[in-house]
């Protein structure tokens, strides 16, 4: 048996740490030393017939992670030894310039425990877990992608961008991404509903994203000499191939593969996830990202953390370590399309045993509480997929109390029938559905990137595409806010996130023509909406209305088509129909507005002729009916407002 584990300076130099254990994060609630007085069998958590095989995963006592790191060679006699284990190592390789915060979070006391593949992990597990040194012990249960895996190929666009309303950019197919910009054009399918998209349009005006901002794609390594990524990947300048920058991992250029270890190696899944937050904008050049800049250079930046690679398992470990890697390496949005079965734990309690003792939520925690741009936000936002199993659950990690949860919705703005709902899932987005309104056309589907042998841009379904949706409106809102220099607590900003949405409540009832189906089979149907109501999460993610509320602008949702108006009385006051208003200016008119908007007994009359939002400002006199200057008068006040037109509203301000 071999125990690799610490380079034995760091160990010596953070011997005192180690001592004093992992309570630097007293306010969280940090694990306890061991010796707690949990039986054998409540030590094992994530227990699991599924498990991968050859190895398993234990939190240790800092007397016991003491003598690990002190330790080079076998020691006869050992608990290892006892139960046949081949190797003993970190699960976190040590790196002296993230040592100290890693054991403040007590992840130098995780450890991954390696056997011959016929070994029985029960038993094993057992054993360990009958030990005082040994805290917790967990089976390396794989996770899996929320999604189906289909990838149709895409062939060259079919619509234009001018026929969705306002296309700022120049990207061929940007027409094709009705999850963008929704014309409710029935190429798209039967059923599609003008504004069921994630309203960016309009958003773009305001900003495209900014490079300081990194999302760790955490899912199938990203192809990063796509042609329409290459410009948006993260770059670690100071590596050669042979960690030349000492953080542990050799050759991780763009990310890491921490399945093989070593360079990315490019999958269709995580391509297309990374090229919804970012393929870069503006380039003449296939698709758009949401946060993909303007062609300038001023795109987010996507690092590759890859955790799938071909038929091989993500464990737990595998995930933990991606995770902290983004962390300690600058990201500040943490994408995962990618979770347990929905089911296979019904409770955090149940997923997490007792708090904070799960691999991967550690490093989760770790990430959350990471201090990676803290001009704008403190801590780091992590976003999973709700799962695809059609349940009435979240998937967890995702269905975590502090985890952002993401369910899918077509192009009819109605659920899809593959997406989990109810409890634990918090917010819903554009995921597509091949088969909305009775008929099959991958154009329901969410378009973007995959590597060059799957065609460079391919069709997919699934929470898997609904979740880089959701990180790509988060980076979008990030980006502004550093723009506008504001500064946003991490309980904040997930708020601002889960508000800044669009009713899809009022919507569900009666049924739906899809697949109803399970698993492979294909069977056409009535879905039953009724269950889905109030189970989405907060309604669908609208970017306008996030960068309306970073700025702390009021905003206001109208139907498109018809005269509307607006009562002034709660930005000029009671007596607001008695001011005089001395102008009305629209800027970035997205509503394709009929005539100039006008005052009338202190209500604001408007008529939007198109789906979209515009900001408005309302100058008027506080003071009398003239401005003091040349003779004594009143003073001129100003207030700015936000406008989104949709095709129909519902009482609770929501939309189609």
Request: hydrophobic residues 35%.
């Amino acid at each position: 048996m071999t125990i690799s584990n610490t380079t034995k300076a760091i160990a010596s130099a953070m011997l005192a740490l180690a001592a004093a254990g992992c309570s630097v994060i007293s306010d969280q609630g940090t694990p306890p030393d061991g010796h707690s007085g949990y039986t054998a069998e409540q030590k094992i958590i994530c227990r699991s017939a599924q498990a991968a095989p050859g190895r398993l995963v234990i939190y240790v006592s800092n007397e016991m992670a003491e003598s690990l790191e002190d330790r080079t060679e076998d020691f006869p006699g050992s608990i290892f030894s006892e139960i046949g284990a081949t190797q003993v190592h970190r699960v976190f390789p040590p790196v002296e310039k993230t040592e100290k915060r890693t054991r403040e979070y007590g992840l130098h006391r995780w450890y991954e425990v390696e056997f011959p593949e016929d070994s029985d992990l029960e038993n094993a597990a057992t054993s360990l877990a009958s030990s005082s040194d040994i805290v917790k012990v967990q089976f390396c249960t794989p996770v899996k992608k929320a999604s189906d895996g289909i990838v149709y190929p895409y062939s060259g666009p079919r619509a234009t961008p001018s026929a969705t309303g306002t296309a700022p950019f120049n990207d061929p197919s940007l027409g094709d991404q009705w999850h963008y910009i929704n014309s409710g054009s029935k190429t798209i399918s039967p059923t599609a509903v003008a504004g069921a998209d994630i309203n960016v349009a309009d958003a773009w005006r305001l900003t495209a994203g900014d490079p300081s901002i990194i999302v760790a794609v955490v899912d199938e390594g990203v192809c990063f000499n796509h042609p329409d990524l290459a410009a948006n990947m993260w770059r670690n300048e100071g590596e050669r191939g042979n960690d030349e920058d000492d953080n542990g991992y050799a050759g991780d250029y763009y990310g890491y593969n921490f399945v093989s270890g070593g360079a990315i190696s490019p999958g269709s899944h995580g391509t297309h996830v990374a090229g919804t937050i970012a393929a870069v904008n503006g380039n003449r050049t296939g698709v758009c990202g949401i946060a993909g800049g303007s062609g300038n250079g001023d795109g987010v930046k996507i690092m590759s953390c890859q955790i799938f690679d071909g038929e091989a398992s993500a464990t737990p470990a595998v995930c933990a370590r991606a995770i902290k890697y983004a962390a300690d390496n600058g990201a500040c949005i943490l994408q995962c399309s990618y979770g347990y079965p929905a089911g296979a734990f019904m409770s955090d309690k149940d997923y997490l045993q007792q708090k904070y003792y799960s691999v991967e939520y550690d490093a989760l925690r770790y990430f959350m509480e990471a201090d990676n741009l803290p001009e704008v936000m403190d801590g780091g936002l992590v976003i999973f997929a709700a799962g695809n199993d059609g349940a009435n659950v979240s998937a967890y990690p995702g269905a975590s109390g502090d985890i952002i949860s993401v369910t899918s919705i077509a192009s009819d703005n109605l659920p899809t029938y593959y997406t989990n709902y109810g409890p634990g899932c918090n917010i819903a987005a554009p995921g597509g559905e091949y088969y909305t309104g009775g008929e099959a056309r991958e154009t329901a589907a969410v378009l973007s990137t995959v590597p060059p042998a799957d065609g460079s841009y391919a069709w997919m379904q699934g929470t898997s595409m609904a979740c880089p949706h959701m990180s790509g409106v988060a980076a979008l809102g990030l980006s502004y806010a550093k723009k506008l220099g504001q500064h946003f607590t991490h309980e904040e900003m997930v708020s601002l996130l889960l508000t800044s949405v669009d009713a899809i409540d009022h919507r569900l009832s009666g049924t739906k023509r899809t697949n109803v189906g399970k698993g492979e089979y294909l069977v056409w149907g009535d879905l039953d909406l009724k269950p889905y109501k109030g189970k989405m999460g907060t309604g669908t993610i609208n970017a306008w209305k996030l960068l309306m509320q970073i700025e702390g602008v009021p905003c206001h949702m109208i139907p498109a088509g018809e005269e509307s108006s607006i009562s002034l009385t709660g930005y000029f006051g009671s007596d607001a129909k008695n001011l005089t208003y001395t102008s009305v200016s629209v800027s970035g008119d997205g509503l394709g507005l009929q005539s100039t908007p006008v005052i009338v007994s202190g209500r604001l009359t408007l008529f939007p002729t198109t789906t979209g939002a515009a900001k408005i400002t309302i100058k008027a006199i506080a003071g009398g009916s003239t401005l003091g200057g040349n003779a004594m008068g009143g003073m001129e006040i100003s207030r700015e407002i936000s406008v989104m037109a949709r095709p129909y509203v519902s009482v609770t301000d929501g939309w189609l």
